[in-house]
T-cell receptor, first 116, second 117 residues
Framework: AQKVTQAQTEISVVEKEDVTLDCVYE???????LFWYKQPPSGELVFLIR??????QNEISGRYSWNFQKSTSSFNFTITASQVVDSAVYFC?????????????FGTGTRLTIIP | GAVVSQHPSRVICKSGTSVKIECRSL??????MFWYRQFPKQSLMLMAT?????????EQGVEKDKFLINHASLTLSTLTVTSAHPEDSSFYIC?????????????FGPGTRLTVL
């Protein structure tokens, strides 16, 4: 069975600080996808990134960066120079890569609050 | 990018009534749509997977007679909460899948907040 653990329930940092959101996953599949989503107060999920299990390269997109460590089954997300607009709940998710069975398993989410 | 809409965005109903929520893929055809439920301050839990033209596959613990899913076309799936009760109050989110093979690209709708009085 798949499982995604986001141990940090809530995090608060002062604006402009860097913050890392942790994600640890469990799966028996050799091929899978990992995702991060942002959920602002409006409720709509915003897609941030998808990572294939075969691609362990870290990725940077503006102030966002992701560190995929297959050896520790972790897919951590870092926001540098945080801004108030980054305040949201962030979900890490896992999906099998088998066609027809691609349901997403979400972590419990981390509520990030950026203090002005 | 692909757009998924949900209607209504918010609904309040009396206990015992049925509520229908629509999920539409606006600019693409979705052979598969997923329905999730999110209770306040909790994660998204998959309720069912809906494939166009066939019966939905429900997750363990989800009552199929309570949550009726119809995926009549490649752009529309509906979730009907039958005889709703206060414990059904939740945020319901659908997603539509794009792509084939092992590529999993799901686009999420904006969600429907259901309040049952």
């Amino acid at each position: 069975a798949q499982k995604v653990t986001q141990a940090q329930t809530e995090i608060s940092v002062v604006e402009k600080e860097d913050v890392t959101l942790d994600c640890v996953y469990e799966t028996r599949d050799t091929t899978y996808y990992l995702f991060w989503y942002k959920q602002p107060p409006s409720g709509e999920l915003v897609f941030l990134i998808r990572r294939n299990s075969f691609d362990e390269q870290n990725e940077i997109s503006g102030r966002y960066s992701w560190n995929f460590q297959k050896s520790t089954s972790s897919f951590n997300f870092t926001i540098t120079a945080s801004q108030v607009v980054d305040s949201a709940v962030y979900f890490c998710a896992l999906s099998e890569a088998n066609f027809g069975n691609e349901k997403l398993t979400f972590g419990t989410g981390t509520r990030l609050t950026i203090i002005p | 990018g692909a757009v998924v809409s949900q209607h209504p965005s918010r609904v309040i109903c009396k206990s015992g009534t049925s509520v229908k929520i629509e999920c539409r893929s606006l600019d693409f055809q979705a052979t598969t749509m997923f329905w999730y439920r999110q209770f306040p301050k909790q994660s998204l839990m998959l309720m069912a997977t809906s494939n166009e033209g066939s019966k939905a596959t429900y997750e363990q613990g989800v009552e199929k007679d309570k949550f009726l899913i119809n995926h009549a076309s490649l752009t529309l799936s509906t979730l009907t909460v039958t005889s709703a009760h206060p414990e059904d109050s939740s945020f319901y989110i659908c997603s539509a899948r794009v792509g084939g093979g092992g590529y999993n690209e799901q686009f999420f709708g904006p969600g429907t907040r259901l309040t049952v009085l």
